[in-house]
């Protein structure tokens, strides 16, 4: 059978599509290759004809994350009142805990990477990005601080906020922090 001339380069997106989701929702260790290729209709030997290793398609994934974060995260912003009140609103959602496949690859695979031992050049490019968004939402000498503290409460509050079963408790992790830092974003 033949196939169009562009079928390889499609195929190669899909398979980066559906990585990046299954990465982010169920884990990089958990998301094996056969099941990955076999949910897109494609072989596992089909696999090595788009990327040199899982640890490749794990790089690529994490890029592509990156891309569609930064893309949705400045629609999102697009003519916001109160840019960082409404990135904080955003990121501190149910929404957002709802759907880790569909979200920030920080406390997903960013964190797996990291504590498996192999961080990303990637993740440093999502970070600078978040505490660029940040500091430059906010005022005063200490706002590259403040950035930072902003950031690592965010990623911290959502990953908590998925990991206990109480959904009372869960809610509770995402509004106080949302809250106080929408508070310290007013008050900067």
Do not use: W
Not at 58 to 70: G, K, N, R, S
Not at 141 to 158: I, N, Q, R
Not at 165 to 185: F, G, V, Y
């Amino acid at each position: 059978m033949r196939y169009s001339g562009d079928h390889k380069a499609k195929t190669h997106q899909r398979i980066i599509e559906e990585a990046a989701l299954r990465f982010r929702r169920d884990g990089v260790g958990a998301t094996g290759l056969q099941p990955l290729m076999k949910a897109l209709g494609l072989t596992h030997g089909g696999f090595y004809a788009h990327f040199k290793s899982k640890d490749d398609l794990v790089e690529t994934a994490l890029q592509h994350a990156v891309q569609t974060l930064e893309s949705s995260t400045a629609e999102s912003l697009e003519g916001a009142e109160a840019p960082l009140q409404t990135f904080i609103q955003h990121y501190l959602s149910s929404l957002h805990r709802a759907n880790p496949g569909a979200g920030c690859p920080l406390p997903t695979i960013s964190a797996e990477l990291g504590q498996r031992g192999e961080p990303s050049a990637t993740s440093d490019v999502i970070v600078r990005n978040r505490l660029a968004l940040i500091e430059n939402n906010l005022k005063g000498e200490h706002a590259k601080d403040e950035s930072v503290l902003m950031l690592s409460a965010m990623v911290g509050a959502l990953l908590l906020s998925r990991s206990v079963k109480d959904p009372e408790l869960s809610d509770r992790l995402l509004k106080t922090t949302r809250r106080l830092l929408i508070e310290q974003a007013q008050d900067a």
